[in-house]
């Protein structure tokens, strides 16, 4: 998967469930849940990181 920046990645997955809620193809299931938890892992990864950030600006600023 290229690398995808938060909205890109919260969107092709808005998508994803979008499409297994319509088509329930149990054949495409396995791929697009895969597809999925890949998107979600990336998302959960920019939060992680956006909060890390957000942690060390406050820091920094109580030390002053």
């Known amino acids: 998967m290229k ?6 990645a919260y969107d092709a997955l808005q998508r994803l469930i979008e499409e ?3 088509d ?12 999925a938890m890949q998107l979600l892992q990336i998302c959960k990864n920019k939060l992680r990181d956006a909060n890390d950030a957000l942690e060390e600006a406050k820091n920094k600023s109580e030390e002053n």
């Open 20 to 22: 297994l809620e319509n």
């Open 24 to 35: 329930a193809s149990i054949d495409l299931m396995p791929g697009k849940i895969k597809e």
């Open 3 to 8: 690398k995808l920046n938060y909205q890109q």
